[in-house]
């Protein structure tokens, strides 16, 4: 198998008697800083990568299904999902809740895959305290000009739902100290290859092997 092979299929070439172990990939950055592209190029480029996918009470856009960017709930069940003990993590985000879940998390994790989280800066916080373990990613806006023209561009939120995300956005943006890498996303082709790079080279970390049982 070759090198760039290898560094694309889930079960990559280890020494015999190991298995790749898997882990959590934690994207945060302010509404608008194009998580959500780098997501999906991340999840093109490479297999062994799940998308985790949130719940929220946050109104479904015309371009979302239900299940698949999100699921999509009411505060009561929210709230009753959350009293079950359902997220690894949960915050309230630009005045909507959004919770991980934590069994489809775990479960991905144990088939060894990445799962990959977009989360934003409070649910960054939780997961370093519970899952140290987790490889954190800030992705920023070259400035807050651009974020605010990919806010109105995205063209589904009204003036209210941007004001708020663009109002938020500097208290988030001061938060990438805390996180592991950073990839500033001036550039989407640069952007997205830096972080399949920080991905192959978790990927490679020689104490992500596990004996195989
Ligand atoms: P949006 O409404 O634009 O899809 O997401 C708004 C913000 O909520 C983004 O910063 C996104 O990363 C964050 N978010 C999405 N899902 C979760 C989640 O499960 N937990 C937390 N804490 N934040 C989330």
């Not at 920023?140 to 941007?162: C, Q």
């Not at 990438?176 to 952007?191: C, E, K, P």
Request: with cysteine.
């Amino acid at each position: 198998m070759t090198v760039a092979a290898a560094a694309q299929d889930p079960t990559r070439d280890v020494p015999s008697g190991f298995v790749p172990g898997g882990f959590l990939f934690v994207l945060s950055g302010p509404s608008g800083a194009g998580k959500g592209t780098l997501v999906e190029r991340l999840l093109a480029a490479r297999p062994d990568c799940v998308f985790a996918i949130s719940a929220t009470t946050r109104p479904r856009r015309e371009t979302e299904t239900d299940g698949v960017q999100y699921h999509f709930v009411t505060r009561e069940e929210f709230e009753a999902r959350r009293a079950r003990g359902w997220f690894l993590e949960s915050a309230e985000v630009h005045g909507q809740l959004y919770g991980t879940p934590v069994h489809e998390v775990d479960a991905q994790i144990a088939r060894g895959r990445v799962v990959v989280l977009d989360i934003d800066v409070q649910g960054g916080a939780s997961v370093r305290r519970v899952r140290p373990e987790a490889v954190t990613v800030f992705v920023y806006p070259p400035s807050l000009e651009a974020l605010l023209a990919r806010l109105r561009k995205r063209a589904t939120d009204g003036e209210e739902v941007i004001a708020t995300r663009l109002a938020d956005a500097p208290g988030e943006m001061a938060q990438w100290v805390h996180y592991d890498y950073l990839v500033v996303n001036d550039d989407l082709d640069r952007a997205a290859a830096e972080l399949i790079a920080v991905h192959d080279a978790e990927r490679a970390r020689v104490k992500r092997l596990a004996p195989r049982t």
